[in-house]
């Protein structure tokens, strides 16, 4: 169920809605589509009334997970299936499908039944299906969440190419937040049926505007704090300079700190310092538990720490972002819960970093 939901798209851009299963993203989309009318409320495409519109009528069409392929048509007809019912001619249709099939680079596969196509390829077809009509929008409900994970890269930047090259809007439904952040213009976080931020990209994991939102874009620290002044806030015991500003003067707030944006060095009296709870190597970074006061800090760095050692950690002013209390603080941002999980992985499998701090 949505509730106060107010979307705007814009012409020719990639938005993306994401958040957890049951948030209200499909519904979203089938709102949109006409499959699902909504109980109050309107829909307006190009500043005109289509709520009660039905799906065929709107320039609208939608590509589900499982591509709803004609399994008794090949490659050609399934592509030139839309086309048909709307009484295009035979030329004007050979013409269109050859374009999207080139546009989609499954040249030479007309003639291919769609059960022999491997899922990216059938995907493929979906896409040149939905796109010959010529949609002003085009809605992706979760359209590869059945791909491997290489190929679902592969068709991430394929999509995005498409929207580039076409010019239509595209509205992407995911809970994958890699997959917002990469490819989207706009990223619409939503929970619990209400839109949560919209930003772009860069805007929504640098400046989170809840508990919610920080945690949900990736990893967070997320933090009890009060900012004293502008330019100051205080957590953890200790007093850091900020880039934020226009709070209450000691407004009770949640700081949120980014584990790459933490620099560790030797501990000292001028920083925070805890002990080092697990290490774990993740290929390109180490993804360390800190234990600072009973919470649990993970920080993500390339250099190496030991279990049970002592550090100390630098964060510099832009590194730490102030929130208003919302009605998610106290959710998240402790990773208590994940240091319990990482002492049966860590110390099992062997995978514990050995060297010094540097």
Not at 210 to 218: E, K, Y
Not at 271 to 276: A, E, I, M, Q, R
Not at 323 to 350: I, L, R
């Amino acid at each position: 169920m949505l509730r106060d939901f107010s979307l705007d798209i814009g012409d020719r851009e990639f938005v993306t809605l994401l958040g957890p299963s049951g948030c209200g993203k499909t519904t979203t989309l089938r709102i949109i589509g006409g499959f699902t009318r909504p109980d109050s409320g309107d829909v307006f495409f190009k500043g005109r009334k289509i709520t009660n519109l039905p799906p065929h009528k709107r320039e609208v069409n939608t590509i589900f997970q499982k591509y709803a392929l004609f399994p008794h048509l090949n490659v050609y007809d399934n592509v030139a299936f839309g086309m048909r019912v709307h009484g295009k001619s035979e030329r004007e249709i050979k013409s269109k499908v050859s374009e999207m099939l080139s546009m989609v680079n499954l040249q030479g596969f007309e003639h291919r039944g769609v059960n022999q196509l491997s899922g990216g390829q059938q995907q493929r077809v979906a896409i040149a299906r939905a796109l010959a009509n010529g949609p002003k929008v085009l809605l992706l409900d979760e359209p590869l969440g059945a791909l491997d994970m290489k190929l679902r890269k592969d068709m991430q930047n394929e999509l995005k190419k498409i929207q580039k090259q076409t010019g239509i809007t595209f509205l992407f439904v995911t809970h994958d937040q890699e997959e917002a952040l990469s490819m989207s213009d706009e990223v619409v976080v939503m929970d619990k049926g209400a839109i949560q931020q919209i930003g772009t990209p860069l805007d929504i994991y640098n400046e989170p505007k809840n508990a919610f939102v920080a945690d949900f874009i990736g990893e967070s620290n997320i933090l009890d704090g009060r900012m004293r002044e502008d330019y100051l806030v205080e957590f953890s015991g200790r007093k850091f300079r900020c880039e934020d500003k226009g709070f209450r003067t000691d407004e009770p707030v949640d700081v949120v700190i980014r584990p790459e944006d933490i620099c560790i060095i030797p501990p000292d009296e001028n920083h925070l310092s805890g002990t080092v709870q697990n290490v774990t190597f993740k290929g390109v970074f180490y993804e360390i538990i800190v234990d600072v006061h009973g919470f649990k800090w993970m920080i993500q760095t390339i250099n190496r720490a030991t279990s049970g050692t002592e550090i100390g950690f630098d964060i510099q002013p832009d590194g730490i972002h102030v929130m208003h209390k919302s009605e998610y603080s106290g959710t998240f941002g402790d990773y208590s819960s994940f240091s319990d999980e990482m002492d049966e992985s860590v110390t099992g499998t062997g995978l514990e970093a050995e060297g010094s701090v540097t």
